[in-house]
């Protein structure tokens, strides 16, 4: 991978032309706009693990020397391969573009974009599967998508990046987007993402599972300077509004949320936001590289919304550190962050409820190890079998080959860590023994994982697998459905729907329980199941990998995804259980079979 990158700065000093733009604004007369000369560089395009992907042309005009621009057409075809973008020049400033999937219209002199289905426009997911629409989905090869309802079916967006002054620009042939600017809008719920860090251009074409723990140090290194350009800090600022203010997820729960971020936008909101508010913005704008990461870091307190938010960029960003950068760095930060608590005291209460939620945590394992055993993840008493669920994520490796029919279907003896595994195993051992009549999933120290996990769990539990969720931005409530290899023999057919278990299911949950551990008691109590325990601890959003204007990453709850029930609320604030427990009850086995047969007989 270093060898790509020393290639990828040798090759982005050269300087391939010199040119005037003189297509941007192409108006004569008094009221002419400047002319913008730019000059172009060709930059190599590589996945995270350094692998070359091609190249890419960029832009850099002279009034934004450090900001990189990239043509539409392009960004398309290093997003999806094969693809491109048509644009048609059809009046002065105006363009229409025609991407594979959706249309769109830019104003190069306002700086508008508009689409009545940006979503299309941007799509992707052809990639995952054919003729799939923009909508969540990790790929885990036991499920797959099947359709996508929307409620309406299109809105009109029109994006003002005038209103942040941001630049967009053209010419006869194309338009050009800052490149951070164009990434934002194209990273979707597979984490398909691009990055560009000054000398590369970093695309995640497998999503998440391309950049597992986050972005590789040999991406980062180049970034991590003392200082950074103002015409950088400047845009960077900028376009870090735009997108947090258009396209953050508003889970309902954030310090910023509440201070009106929505109505007045980011940056307004940080300078009404007193003495922390306007530290953070400050510190946001800085040329200062360190104050910069520090100011990422103080903005993750106003917008904490439980576990889905990083906007440190130092959790995304993979920065080594035994380097001098990172000690200088974390001193600032450290520092600032302190400073940043004494102006904004209400965020111990923000911290208290993360606090209190990981002390539950242990306790609660502490409390089933006392009663089930150290790491035993099925438990049989009475009439009533415990699965200890502790993840929705799984090992994919083992389940991916079993698919592809590379290898064997994954078991406890060759899979002991993988979750979906021990649920699998679980379920058999449950229904196979003639005493056991009630399933206790316990999802109670459970932070969440993959949606693809939570919609087999619904499929085998309830039949069904729904997945319910509404854009933020233009409103509509969508209802994408999957089909399940409910009987995991690597076929979607019709043995699937011959699965049946004769059980009483139950959910145990806690305050613990966030993301997907919140999402599956709501579609589970909307079905019928009963929910033990603790109120879970919500988080409604699906999270993105976001590239910096610098090249960093941060992540944040997305407006393409919050999550709801089947009445369409928001699930953030959490689910109620059907029976309220002390802890002490969790696991009670007693008490606990006799609410659940009560619920049943009663049903």
């Known amino acids: 991978m270093k060898k790509v990158f020393l290639l990828s700065t040798l090759l982005c000093t050269i300087i391939l032309t010199s040119c005037v733009d003189s297509h941007d604004n192409p108006v004569v007369g008094p009221d002419a706009p400047e002319v913008k000369d730019y000059a172009e560089r060709l930059v190599p395009v590589v996945d995270p693990r350094g692998e070359a992907q091609g190249m890419v042309m960029l832009r850099f005009y002279n009034d934004m020397p450090s900001v990189a621009y990239v043509s539409i057409s392009d960004f398309q075809s290093i997003m999806y391969p094969g693809t491109t973008v048509m644009v048609t020049k059809t009046a002065p400033n105006q363009y229409a573009l025609t991407s594979p999937c959706g249309m769109a219209t830019v104003d190069t002199a306002k700086d508008l974009f508009e689409s009545d289905d940006y979503e299309a426009f941007t799509n992707l997911m052809g990639q995952v599967q054919a003729g799939m629409p923009n909508t969540t989905y990790d790929a885990l090869p036991i499920i797959r998508w099947k359709s996508l309802e929307k409620m309406p079916e299109n809105v009109h967006v029109t994006l003002d990046y005038g209103k942040y002054g941001i630049d967009l620009r053209a010419d006869d042939n194309d338009v050009y987007f ?158 600032k962050i302190d400073e940043f608590k004494t102006y904004c005291p209400e965020y111990a209460d923000v911290a208290k409820v993360i606090y209190d939620r990981s002390a539950l945590g242990k306790d609660l394992k502490e409390k089933r190890t006392e009663k089930m055993g150290e790491g035993v993840k099925y438990y049989k008493e009475g009439s009533t079998a415990y699965c200890w669920f502790n993840s929705f994520l799984c090992d994919d490796s083992g389940w991916r080959k079993f698919y592809k029919g590379e290898g064997p279907k994954p078991t406890v003896e060759t899979f002991p860590d993988d979750w979906l595994v021990a649920l699998i195993d679980a379920l058999e051992k449950a229904e196979n023994d003639p005493e056991v009549k009630n399933f206790v999933l316990d999802i109670s120290t459970n932070g969440g994982g993959s949606s693809d996990v939570v919609m087999f769990i619904t499929s085998l539990f309830c039949n069904k697998a729904d997945f319910l969720y509404e854009n933020t931005l233009t409103g509509q409530r969508m209802k994408c459905s999957y089909e399940v290899d409910r009987n995991l023999d690597g076929k979607f057919d019709e043995k699937d729907d011959e699965v049946e278990y004769h059980l009483n299911f139950a959910l145990l949950i806690s305050s613990y329980s966030f993301s997907c551990g919140n999402l599956l008691p709501a579609l589970l109590k909307d079905y019928g199941i009963p929910l033990l325990g603790q109120q879970s601890g919500g988080g409604s959003c699906c999270v993105l990998y976001n590239p910096s204007a610098d090249g960093f990453g941060y992540r944040y709850s997305t407006h393409r995804g919050r999550l709801i029930n089947t009445k369409g609320e928001n699930i953030d604030p959490g689910i109620t259980p059907t029976y309220e427990l002390g802890t002490d009850d969790f696991f009670n086995v007693e008490k606990v079979m006799q609410l659940v047969e009560s619920y049943y007989q009663n049903k």
């Open 178 to 335: 800052p490149f951070a600017t164009i990434a934002d809008l194209y990273v979707d719920g597979f984490m398909h993402l691009a990055d560009y860090n000054g000398q590369t251009v970093m695309v995640a074409p497998n999503g998440a599972y391309s950049l597992g723990d986050g972005y590789p140090q040999d991406f980062i290194e180049p970034i991590l300077q003392e200082t950074r350009t103002a015409d950088m800090a400047d845009f960077a600022y900028k376009n870090l509004c735009f997108t947090l203010t258009n396209f953050f997820g508003y889970p309902g729960r954030t310090l910023l949320e509440n201070n009106g971020l929505r109505e007045k936008g980011l940056d307004q909101a940080l300078q009404d936001y007193g003495k922390g508010g306007q530290m953070t913005r400050e510190l946001l704008k800085s040329e200062n590289m360190y104050d910069y990461i520090a100011g990422t870091a103080t903005l993750g307190c106003l917008l904490n919304d439980g576990g889905h938010t990083y906007t440190d960029v130092t959790v995304i960003s993979q920065i080594d550190k035994e380097t001098p950068f990172y000690t200088a760095m974390n001193q600032v930060k450290t520092a």
